[in-house]
């Protein structure tokens, strides 16, 4: 089993101060940064691009950042965010015309790619790209916003990604991302995530090491 890693969404921090609130986040526990990508087209918000990831690496960040693209078109931005610093790299197949085309473009460029599945869309996009998956996500919530309740129906869905992932053989990470709390993350957990985004959840409190901590312990107790 993999290390379990605690992803905390910048949507949910500071933006007037983000390398600050990053920066303590990372210094609180957290293992590598979630940066939402929203256009205002896929889905119904507009956050931040390229420059804002480059402007986290130039001011000293160093974790592993996890861009997030909730775009449509999506390859002519992938370039962009790989210069920018992105170390993983994910998008959901209904922004892309070409999924496999759109996977090599990330693999091919030294980044980690990943498909994003949302609650509604079945994980069948996985079966011929598996080779080139380094990350499912699955959202359980609808994209767009923080702060949304988790969506129960993702348990399932984590189950049945976990056992595509073993079958498989295959070095892939498992994420989901939406509604992730201390009280819900041993379910999660137990379901087969080993990677959690959490947004309101870590950076809605004051005291981002204990929230990361008690996420911890609830999924080591879930693991045991
Ligand atoms: C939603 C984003 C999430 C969001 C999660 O479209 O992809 O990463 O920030 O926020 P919480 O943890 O508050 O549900
Ligand atoms: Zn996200």
């Known amino acids: 089993m993999k290390d379990a890693w605690i992803a905390p969404s910048v949507l949910s921090a500071d933006f007037a101060r983000l ?5 303590r986040v990372l210094e609180a526990g957290a293992d590598l940064v979630h940066f939402d990508v929203m256009d205002n087209h896929y889905v119904p ?13 130039k001011f000293g960040i160093q974790a592993p950042i996890d861009v ?4 449509k078109p999506v390859d002519r931005i992938v370039p962009d965010f790989i210069a920018a610093g ?9 922004a892309s ?16 790619s990943g498909l ?24 359980s919530v609808n ?4 702060g949304q309740a988790f969506i129960d129906g993702t348990l399932d869905k984590l189950r049945h990604a976990r056992r595509l992932i073993d ?28 990677t959690f985004v959490a947004g309101s959840a870590i950076f809605g409190s004051k005291d981002y090491r204990a929230i990361i901590d008690a996420m911890r312990e609830a999924i080591d107790k879930a693991r045991s």
């Open 19 to 23: 390398g600050e609130d990053v920066t």
């Open 45 to 57: 918000n507009l956050t931040i691009g390229p420059l804002v990831c480059e402007a986290l690496r």
């Open 68 to 71: 997030h693209l909730m775009v």
């Open 86 to 94: 992105a170390n993983y790299i994910t998008f959901h197949p209904e």
């Open 97 to 112: 015309d070409h999924v496999d085309r759109t996977l090599q473009l990330i693999r091919d460029s030294g980044c980690r």
């Open 116 to 139: 994003v599945f949302n609650p509604a869309t079945p994980l069948g996009h996985l079966s011929h790209v598996m080779d080139k998956v380094d990350m499912v996500l699955l959202m």
């Open 143 to 146: 994209p767009g916003f923080g």
């Open 167 to 194: 079958e498989s053989g295959r070095d892939i990470r498992l994420e989901v991302d939406g509604g992730v709390k201390v009280d819900n993350i041993g379910a999660i957990a137990a379901a087969g995530a080993d």
